[in-house]
């Protein structure tokens, strides 16, 4: 027993959708055995274990079908739920509840308002009820957007805290070490070296945190989408390195507001102070 999803359409459906058959054929309206035939998706051959679907038969209804051809899997509900097992069959033209039409490019507008008249010449009582494909769509894509702006927040005021916390380690560091900075530069240390003292304490730290953080943000990101989201593109390891390099500059200008502090200031100053 398999559980399925049943979709009845016209033979037209399937070109209209632009929906690719994978094997087989699709329905013919003139062809009599067709109206118990069926169209069956690739997750329907895949959890019947069909290698060699077409001509294969099932049971549904107390009605015995015959496959024809097997689609690729398409989305025809949510994309926040899998791919079901689902099959296509003719339906009868007295079961037709919707019409889909495919117009040209640029040509949308027009052809919506003709069928927005005629509508209205041939059932005056009913109102319009007609969309575009998109529009369909909609509240998924609000969602997602909204998903978007709450995970950018997380992450930006993560990414602040994280930035607040080192300039403030950095800070007391500096602070702690003012005498020892202000003899290496009476003694000639030149830059670079004053930036290896300042960041010796923390680069090995940093790169620590690196090594282990990004493996494990790409475990959780990914875990995250696949718990949340059936269907998404899938995880690699380029975003997680950008995200890296993103840390890595931010720490170098957080770091480097101190580092530009210790080269100003007049060494005198902090042997004075100490």
Known sequence: TLEVYKMGIDDQYIETMSVNILKGRNFKRDHSSDQVSVLINEKMAENLEWFEPIGKTFRYDSTNYKVIGVLENFHYYSFWNDIEPTFLRLAAEDDYRYLTIKVREGQTIPVFETM??????????IPFDGNYQIQLYNWYYDEIGGHVVLISFMAILALSLACFGLYGLVSLNVASRIKEFSVRKVLGANI???TNAINSHFLIYLIGALMLGGPISFYMVKLLFESVYKNHIE???PPILFSIAMILITVLFTVSAQIRKVIKTNPTLGLRNE
Request: no cysteine; glycine share 0%; charged share 25%.
């Open 192 to 194: 670079f070296a004053l």
């Open 116 to 125: 927005e008249t005629k509508w209205a010449e041939l059932f005056p009582e």
């Open 235 to 237: 995880i690699t390891v």
